[in-house]
């Protein structure tokens, strides 16, 4: 190899196109319901030898999705991470614009947040602005965070710190919160405020951060219907369960339950077909555990953890602040969403409308983490002397980052 060569994580490569081919073999065994309900939902008995009924529609058009995924995750990795800090106030402004264009254009699509946009488009019915959004929150405040970084006084300080960072946040979260999109708006929070974290925030901030977080939090969940009831429903369930969102829940618990160690087999899941709601989207972990198995299941979880641990090694060893905020707020983003959704599943946590990524049935979901894991692979490709690539025996250990940037 040439002395310029630079090679990216395989391994951490292997692990989205291993979580990848995992949501293709899933909703392959697992769309049939929802193929069948999305191209003859007017047929009372629908057959699959009927020409009008497409038994697997979810799947060509995930496929097509992965494709397209795909091209985005080569066009990142092709593209120096550095391109991101200059777009990064564009990207931001986009964000909010499409956040704001929900009130106006967006629609519901037979849930209760007014969350998508939709376009029309062959494959692509309708985008979700939130997904977008997680990306422009993390490569903006990555731009930010390296800023403050070089001017610790600033970051300590109370407006120039924390009540930038409030507006930063607030203009992302709170349109999310409104439509009212809760998982979306949970996932985003903690990229803000982990990301603030790691940035060398005060503690007295994170800690008002969290107070301030807790007091809206509480607000919406009193004043939104839906929301009270989820909760209601996770801390009080009811006896009456199939008039509330415990339904989802235990619908779900049953999924896995009913799987055991070794599961039913590929196909041969039942709770997809009858009771478990959004199997191919927000519930395809629990209806995969039931056709998986808890020991197969478990690899799934262990490909997440892994992803974590390999992202935040090439943040600790990125060449420069802002591409650790970056390798940092891209790997937190991927598995707080990833373990919210299994804590949903597992009924762990109140029910969200939060897909699994990687895996779930989503457009703008898979495509945006398909983006963000090209840019965080390009970033790998700079960590200092190729510390987490197959070159590592080549050359010298590296540093790690809270070393560097702490002088």
Same mark, same amino acid.
């Given at each position: 190899?040439?002395?310029?060569?630079?090679?990216?994580?395989?391994?951490?490569?292997?692990?989205?196109?291993?979580?990848?081919?995992?949501? /293709?073999?899933?909703?392959?065994?697992?769309?049939?319901?929802?193929?069948?309900?999305?191209?003859?939902?007017? /047929?009372?008995?629908?057959?699959?030898?009927?020409?009008?009924?497409?038994?697997?529609?979810?799947?060509?058009?995930?496929?097509?999705?992965?494709?397209?995924?795909?091209?985005?995750?080569?066009?990142?990795?092709?593209?120096?991470?550095?391109?991101?800090?200059?777009?990064?106030?564009?990207?931001?402004?986009?964000?909010?614009?499409?956040?704001?264009?929900?009130?106006?254009?967006?629609?519901?699509?037979?849930?209760?947040?007014?969350?998508?946009?939709?376009?029309?488009?062959?494959?692509?019915?309708?985008?979700?602005?939130?997904?977008?959004?997680?990306?422009?929150?993390?490569?903006?405040?990555?731009?930010?965070?390296?800023?403050?970084?070089?001017?610790?006084?600033?970051?300590?300080?109370?407006?120039?710190?924390?009540?930038?960072f409030a507006v930063i946040a607030g203009l992302?979260?709170?349109?999310?919160?409104?439509?009212?999109?809760?998982?979306?708006?949970?996932?985003?929070?903690?990229?803000?405020?982990?990301?603030?974290?790691?940035?060398?925030?005060?503690?007295?901030?994170?800690?008002?951060?969290?107070?301030?977080?807790?007091?809206?939090?509480?607000?919406?969940?009193?004043?939104?219907?839906?929301?009270?009831?989820?909760?209601?429903?996770?801390?009080?369930?009811?006896?009456?369960?199939?008039?509330?969102?415990?339904?989802?829940?235990?619908?779900?618990? /049953?999924?896995?339950?009913?799987?055991?160690?070794?599961?039913?087999?590929?196909?041969q899941g039942i709770q997809k077909s009858y009771?478990?709601?959004?199997?191919?989207?927000?519930?395809?972990?629990?209806?995969?555990?039931?056709?998986?198995?808890?020991?197969?299941?478990?690899?799934?979880?262990?490909?997440?953890?892994?992803?974590?641990?390999?992202?935040?090694?090439?943040?600790?060893?990125?060449?420069?602040?802002?591409?650790?905020?970056?390798?940092?707020?891209?790997?937190?983003?991927?598995?707080?969403?990833?373990?919210?959704?299994?804590?949903?599943?597992?009924?762990?946590?109140?029910?969200?409308?939060?897909?699994?990524?990687?895996?779930?049935?989503?457009g703008s979901s898979l495509f945006t983490a398909?983006?963000?894991?090209?840019?965080?692979?390009?970033?790998?490709?700079?960590?200092?002397?190729?510390?987490?690539?197959?070159?590592?025996?080549?050359?010298?250990?590296?540093?790690?980052?809270?070393?560097?940037?702490?002088?």
């Open positions: 190899m040439g002395k310029g060569y630079r090679q990216f994580d395989q391994l951490l490569l292997l692990a989205v196109f291993g979580l990848i081919v995992v949501g /293709i073999i899933m909703i392959t065994s697992i769309g049939v319901p929802k193929s069948i309900q999305l191209s003859a939902p007017d /047929i009372a008995y629908p057959d699959c030898s009927d020409d009008a009924v497409d038994c697997y529609l979810v799947l060509k058009k995930h496929l097509i999705r992965v494709i397209i995924g795909i091209v985005a995750f080569l066009a990142c990795l092709k593209i120096n991470y550095k391109f991101w800090q200059k777009i990064a106030p564009a990207i931001f402004l986009t964000s909010i614009g499409l956040l704001i264009a929900v009130f106006i254009f967006g629609s519901e699509n037979n849930t209760f947040a007014r969350s998508w946009i939709n376009v029309g488009f062959p494959f692509l019915n309708s985008i979700q602005p939130a997904e977008i959004a997680k990306l422009g929150l993390v490569i903006y405040m990555s731009t930010w965070l390296a800023k403050k970084m070089e001017k610790r006084d600033e970051l300590n300080d109370w407006k120039k710190g924390f009540l930038s992302i979260v709170l349109p999310v919160m409104l439509q009212p999109d809760l998982g979306s708006s949970l996932v985003l929070a903690s990229i803000a405020a982990i990301m603030y974290f790691l940035g060398g925030a005060p503690t007295k901030h994170i800690l008002a951060g969290i107070g301030i977080a807790a007091f809206f939090s509480i607000i919406a969940i009193a004043a939104v219907s839906h929301l009270h009831d989820r909760f209601a429903a996770f801390l009080i369930p009811s006896e009456a369960c199939e008039e509330s969102y415990c339904w989802q829940a235990e619908q779900s618990r /049953i999924a896995i339950g009913s799987g055991g160690l070794w599961g039913k087999g590929l196909t009771w478990l709601p959004q199997a191919s989207d927000d519930f395809i972990f629990a209806a995969s555990a039931e056709e998986l198995g808890f020991f197969r299941i478990m690899m799934v979880v262990m490909l997440y953890a892994f992803i974590g641990y390999r992202g935040m090694k090439i943040a600790m060893h990125a060449p420069d602040k802002f591409s650790m905020m970056l390798a940092s707020g891209i790997t937190i983003w991927i598995t707080t969403q990833a373990f919210i959704n299994i804590m949903v599943n597992t009924s762990l946590f109140p029910i969200t409308g939060i897909t699994l990524p990687f895996i779930s049935y989503g398909m983006a963000g894991m090209g840019i965080l692979l390009n970033i790998s490709k700079f960590t200092e002397n190729h510390a987490y690539t197959s070159n590592r025996r080549r050359y010298g250990g590296a540093h790690y980052a809270k070393y560097r940037y702490s002088r």
